[in-house]
Nanobody
Framework: QVQLVESGGGLVPAGGSLRLSCAAS????????MGWFRQAPGKEREFVAA???????YYGDSVKGRFSISRDNAKNTVYLQMNSLKPEDTAVYYC????????????????WGQGTQVTVSS
């Protein structure tokens, strides 16, 4: 049974930083591309970042230069370092896994975590 468990969310003032973690189990982690998405109330799910099996990274335009995605294959964990946070970054952040091929499209991911809330106060 595949499980993706996010952690690290919380309340942070504007300009602050958070690091999200997503621990994966039940899958061969090195065979999966990993992604982070977010969804704010009343809005569609938005692509944030993705990391390929070999480590290549991709970012949504709204987070480029502020967020950084990384993975630790020994720990079956993917991270999202979020710096210079803005109130518009407030959302539930989801981790997702897709077999082999990296994609920016949420519909193409195979597995999802339950999400972690990030709230940025102004």
């Amino acid at each position: 049974q595949v499980q993706l468990v996010e952690s690290g969310g919380g309340l942070v003032p504007a300009g602050g930083s958070l690091r999200l973690s997503c621990a994966a189990s039940g899958l061969t982690f090195t065979m999966y591309a990993m992604g982070w998405f977010r969804q704010a109330p009343g809005k569609e799910r938005e692509f944030v970042a993705a990391i390929a099996r070999y480590g290549g990274t991709y970012y949504g335009d709204s987070v480029k230069g502020r967020f950084s995605i990384s993975r630790d294959n020994a720990k079956n964990t993917v991270y999202l370092q979020m710096n210079s946070l803005k109130p518009e970054d407030t959302a539930v952040y989801y981790c997702a896994a897709r077999s082999r091929v990296t994609t920016l499209f949420s519909s193409e991911y195979d597995y999802w975590g339950q999400g972690t809330q990030v709230t940025v106060s102004s």
